[in-house]
């Protein structure tokens, strides 16, 4: 296409540019993309049935299907090959494979994909705004399928999940409750426009951390309380009850004092913490 033609001005008019930086998404992190071999088999025509579900109407087994996560969908599209073309036919599942193949294979690379339904992405596909912000939306959360612009992915810690024992001390939560939290397996490489290298490690929304956090206690204010007075109980037990006592801390200029710091009594802001001997 001419840059100078009226076409290329249109075109300039109505798309967002290309940015030209690498700021390190899962897309680059992914394994190099094997086709599939097109084989005469796949375009044989199916001969086993998908049993009960046949005496459905097409429009509602679609509908049934596009309301499934993307783990089960995918599961039964292994099922046979009338199941495949069931699935393959799907309008959305359609769109997703063809446009944004990467998001797809990137929730499943995660494992993502039994918290996010094929109707959920094919929505966040078609919409361009950041859930957060309202401006455009160029990422999505593959934890639990947000459009995001990058300043709300980047800066806002809802979109940074954390290790499931850190989600734990820090909501109050229990085990058995951090394990059904949407959860991801990190893919070992570099992350973000600091380039920061990321092991292999499980990870939970923080999002949902938060909120199962609050449902449990009753209330924001309740768990924080919950979780510094736990954490006063742990640092007490590591430093043998060596604190100085909640009333002296009280005592210090209000706000400047953390009582879930094991140094509570020696930051006094940014900068000006007295590191204790
Ligand atoms: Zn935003």
Known sequence: MEEDSPVARAFHKFTYPRLRLNDHTLDDNLPVFQPQRDNDRSHALPTASIGVLDILPPELLAEILCQLDLRTLLDFRYVNRRAADLVNYLPQYKGITTHARNALRGILSIETGRWITCAALYEKLCTPVCEQCGDFGGYLYLLTCKRVCFLCLSRNPIYLPLPPGRASRKFGLQRQIVERLPRMKAIPG???PNEKKVAKCTLV??????????????SLDAMLKRVSDAEVMRNSRTTGGLLPSPAFCASLPSGLVSLASPYACYTYGPGLGVEPS
């Open 205 to 218: 929304d923080y999002e949902s951390a938060l909120h199962a956090g609050v449902a449990l206690h009753g």
């Open 190 to 192: 570099t992350y973000s």
